[in-house]
């Protein structure tokens, strides 16, 4: 189970840091990764971390200014977004695949970001 949160109102060039907390199996043994949808877009792949945490992509809309993060110890991945744009508005989500290129299988509920003045 994933449970995403820190999602906000915020103003255009601020900044957020999104949480996902995983329970229910084994967090070290699963690639995670952060989603958004727009309202009338399609869902987008923002982030993707490795089990360890050392191995991390982006999507080119948020590289330089997103950067994913886990702590394995305490089961919980991390989005610290920067330079925020109103483009970035969505519902942000984390998922858990069981290596890279596998089905995303476990999907959190989603946290609200809205990037406005």
């Known amino acids: 189970q994933l449970q995403a949160s820190g999602g906000g109102l915020v103003q255009p060039g601020g900044s957020l840091r999104l949480s996902c907390a995983a329970s229910g199996r084994t967090f070290s043994n699963y690639v995670m990764g952060w989603f958004r949808q727009a309202p009338v877009k399609e869902r987008e792949l923002v982030a993707t971390i490795g089990w360890s945490g050392g191995i991390t992509s982006y999507g080119d809309s948020v590289k330089g200014r997103f950067t994913a993060s886990r702590d394995n110890a305490a089961n919980t991945l991390y989005l610290q977004m920067n330079s925020l744009k109103p483009d970035d508005t969505a519902v942000y989500y984390c998922?858990?695949?069981?290596?890279?290129?596998?089905?995303?299988?476990?999907w959190g509920q989603g946290t609200q970001v809205t990037v406005s003045s």
């Open positions: 998922a858990a695949q069981r290596t890279y290129g596998s089905t995303w299988d476990t």
